[in-house]
């Protein structure tokens, strides 16, 4: 390894953090607080000095670290960042300070474990966005259970045990099929009887049309229950209901863009026959999950999973321009990722603060809250506008640009998608109209406070960023463009004829170009 060691010390800080907040005694919850918040802004102070350093123009992968780790396995240690995962890198690095500050409000038990859980978290996302080697990315793929997990069991509400448990048997029946395809890859890219688990390697197999169609399903199974795709997606309200504040804005922010991530960086270009087939099909899905999850949301009474079945609906958008495969689509479902990151963050934020006045997280329970917490009212506003998508904010870029690249291809199933977003902004602004405006139903509503300078300090970066990506937006598309380009010409360079033949002819490509902001 040459060079300064950035995505090292981005990735195990974290980690060496939540080491030393488990030698320190638990007594005293201030110190360790700090400390925990002082460890997580390292790597966010990293990533904003990566982020600046890194070349827009350059497509391939960049501070790129790599050691040898296991040679007898083929293993090595390889981490790199392009333009996919850096803006996820960089989206982690910021949700993880802000639920920790957060935490100083609502987690008043076991508070040592808790900061100690939240940064081995962080360690486990920030690996395994910058992972290239497929033995490394599992470590951190599993590593991320662990923690989250336990933040469901141990923090999480009333049936926080089923929560948890439901959460591990999904995930492990989609991790256990990916090693297992993971491993077969690494027997078949061997040289001189060892293992390779290289990224690289991996692209330059030649398999068959059989081995691609397996090794798909393996990878897309367990990516699929992580986005959660329709019809894989039960765990999740479950999850999102039970976890503490904390770990639904880390859940909704990062663990589910693992799902939508994963596809991008390995399903897709590594086994691009079986994509040209399956394509279609999962549109399909993707299609359904918009529709189903904007619906449910639609009749829930409950806040939390109101936000968990839209995060359902707004993932579809994202899956649905993953497997367009046109620049525009991709690009567009990239920057869907970061953007439902910060919107739907900013929603379990504020739920959160909410619930720690009232108890209670029921529509019916709330009314007027516009004249009792005015503060509190706008911030939610402008969260609800940024996921409905009201242009000018984040979420409008993403699905423009969405619908826009995958129309061509799929023109009726993209016509029904485009009702996920009437759908969004109607049990949205139907949810915000009962809950803030009306008369004050309940007593213990005119005894609220509103937010204070903590809370402020939590949700306003948030905020400002939904503003900052609906209004400039070319920046990011400009590092995101030569990442998603590259990814799209390795799908279509290794793509077969017959497999080409037998997938529905992609539309003429709409290329993003640098600087163009829609």
């Known amino acids: 390894m040459t060079g300064f060691?950035?995505?090292?010390?981005?990735?195990?800080t974290p980690l060496a953090g939540a080491?030393?907040?488990?030698?320190?005694?638990?007594?005293?919850?201030?110190?360790?607080?700090?400390?925990?918040?002082?460890?997580?802004?390292?790597?966010?102070?990293?990533?904003?000095?990566?982020?600046?350093r890194f070349d827009p123009a350059d497509a391939g992968f960049q501070f790129v670290e790599r050691a040898s780790w296991i040679p007898a396995w083929g293993v090595t240690y390889n981490f790199g960042v392009d333009g996919v995962s850096l803006f996820l890198v960089v989206l982690t690095a910021l949700l993880t300070p802000i639920v920790l500050l957060d935490a100083w409000g609502n987690i008043h038990r076991r508070v040592k474990e808790y900061l100690v859980l939240m940064l081995l978290l962080e360690t486990g996302m920030m690996?395994?966005?910058?992972?290239l080697d497929?033995?490394?990315f599992y470590v951190f793929w599993e590593v991320m259970l662990v923690p989250m997990v336990l933040l469901i069991g141990v923090w999480g509400g009333p049936k926080r045990i089923y929560a948890a448990v439901k959460f591990v048997l999904f995930t492990m029946a989609g991790s256990l099929p990916m090693l297992v395809a993971i491993v077969y890859l690494a027997w078949r890219a061997k040289t001189g009887g060892t293992l390779v688990f290289d990224y690289e390697r991996f692209l330059a197999l030649g398999l068959s049309g059989r081995e691609q169609v397996l090794c798909f399903v393996a990878f897309a199974l367990a990516f699929a229950i992580k986005v959660p795709l329709f019809p894989f997606h039960t765990w999740l309200p479950d999850a999102h209901t039970e976890a503490p504040t904390g770990g639904s804005v880390i859940l909704a922010g990062v663990l589910l863009k693992m799902g939508t991530y994963g596809f991008l960086r390995f399903a897709l270009p590594l086994f691009p026959d079986a994509v040209a087939a399956m394509a279609p099909a999962i549109a399909g899905l993707a299609v359904v999950g918009i529709v189903y999850g904007a619906l449910v949301a639609t009749v829930q009474p409950d806040l939390k999973r109101l936000v968990a079945y839209?995060?359902?609906?707004?993932?579809?958008?994202?899956?649905?321009?993953?497997?367009?495969?046109?620049p525009t689509a991709v690009v567009g479902s990239v920057y869907q990722m970061i953007s439902h990151g910060l919107s739907t963050g900013a929603l379990f934020l504020l739920v959160g603060m909410i619930y720690e006045r009232r108890h209670t997280r029921m529509i019916s329970e709330f009314g007027?809250?516009?004249?009792v917490v005015p503060v509190f009212s706008v911030c939610l506003l402008l969260a609800m506008l940024a996921s409905a998508g009201l242009p000018g904010l984040n979420g409008f870029v993403g699905e423009f640009l969405i619908l826009l690249g995958a129309f061509g291809?799929?023109?009726?199933?993209?016509a029904v998608a485009t009702s996920g977003v009437v759908l969004g902004a109607l049990y949205l602004l139907w949810m915000y109209e009962r809950t803030i405006f009306g008369p004050v139903t309940h007593e213990e509503t005119r005894r609220l406070k509103d937010i204070g300078p903590r809370e402020l300090a939590v949700i306003t970066p948030v905020l400002a960023l939904c503003f900052v990506m609906g209004l400039y937006p070319a920046p990011i598309l400009r590092r995101i463009e030569p990442a998603v380009a590259r990814t799209i010409a390795t799908v279509q360079r290794r793509t077969t004829p017959a497999a080409v033949a037998t997938a529905q002819a992609p539309a003429p490509m709409l290329p993003v170009a640098a600087g163009w902001q829609p």
């Open 5 to 12: 060691p950035l995505l090292t010390l981005i990735v195990f």
């Open 19 to 52: 080491l030393m907040l488990a030698l320190l005694p638990r007594e005293h919850d201030a110190g360790l607080r700090r400390a925990a918040l002082v460890f997580s802004l390292v790597p966010l102070a990293l990533s904003l000095w990566m982020l600046g």
């Open 127 to 131: 690996g395994a966005l910058v992972a």
């Open 134 to 136: 497929l033995f490394l």
């Open 310 to 326: 839209s995060s359902v609906s707004h993932l579809g958008f994202v899956m649905l321009g993953l497997v367009a495969l046109t």
């Open 368 to 371: 007027g809250l516009w004249s």
């Open 409 to 414: 291809r799929w023109p009726w199933a993209t």
